[in-house]
């Protein structure tokens, strides 16, 4: 079975900082990884995906991750830090690697932004 | 266009209640997934739908719970004899069943309370 796992439920970084949110992935097949963005009661947003091909993705709000296999690691980063960043964010894996089925998401990792 | 959309919002429902949570997806999406989450924790899948077909179940906790899709569009997310572990956020997202388009876009949930 495909899982994630996040390290750190908390990230504290200062605007204008590096933003680097871990996420490594386990599969028995080529997997389909996604992170997402949740605020405060709202539904998730997709920040980018990682599917085939170009292994550097980048995403919405200036986001990027990278693909690297050797690592089994799909990492969320950001150049500099905007307040508005501070939310709860998910990594997730396609259930069957074939892209057409549920996800399985990490437990989250909650951003925080200092001024 | 509009967004998957979410009713109710919020449901209280004393122990042993039945409750349905519906779920109107993004038109033309053919894909529909339903997930809980818990307090502090990641999505867990609970079962997906293609079309009117549910694909796959295999996330239902328990036989108290049931979904329905029955004319591919809106879904219900039924809960009998509710009990307090069922306490969590449902949270509804459909899909463009394309391989290349794979996205799965979220409504805002509905927390459940049950008391």
């Known amino acids: 079975a495909q899982s994630v796992t996040q390290l750190g439920s908390h990230v504290s970084v200062s605007e204008g900082a590096l933003v680097l949110l871990r996420c490594n992935y386990s599969?028995?097949?080529?997997?389909?990884l996604f992170w997402y963005v949740q605020y405060p009661n709202q539904g998730l947003q997709l920040l980018l995906k990682?599917?085939?091909?170009?292994?550097l993705v980048k995403g919405i709000n200036g986001f990027e991750a990278e693909f690297k296999k050797s690592e089994t690691s799909f990492h969320l980063t950001k150049p500099s830090a905007h307040m508005s960043d501070a939310a709860e964010y998910f990594c997730?894996?396609?259930?069957?690697?074939?892209?057409?089925?549920?996800?399985?998401f990490g437990k989250g990792t909650h951003l925080i932004i200092q001024p | 266009g509009a967004g998957v959309s979410q009713s109710p919002r919020y449901k209280v429902a004393k122990r042993g209640q039945d409750v349905a949570l519906r779920c109107d997806p993004i038109?033309?999406?053919?894909?529909l997934f339903w997930y809980q989450q818990a307090l502090g924790q990641g999505p867990e899948f609970l079962t997906y739908?293609?079309?009117?077909?549910?694909?796959?179940k295999s996330g239902l906790p328990s036989d108290r719970f049931f979904a329905e899709r029955p004319e591919g569009s809106v879904s219900t997310l039924k809960i009998q004899r509710t009990q307090q572990e069922d306490s969590a956020v449902y949270l509804c997202?459909?899909?463009?069943?394309?391989?290349?388009?794979?996205?799965?876009?979220f409504g805002p949930g509905t927390r459940l309370t049950v008391t």
């Open positions: 038109s033309g999406h053919v894909s």
């Open positions: 990682y599917t085939t091909g170009a292994t």
């Open positions: 997730a894996v396609s259930r069957s690697g074939g892209g057409a089925d549920g996800l399985t």
């Open positions: 739908f293609q079309n009117e077909a549910q694909l796959d």
């Open positions: 599969s028995s097949v080529p997997p389909y």
């Open positions: 997202a459909s899909s463009f069943r394309a391989r290349e388009h794979y996205e799965q876009y």
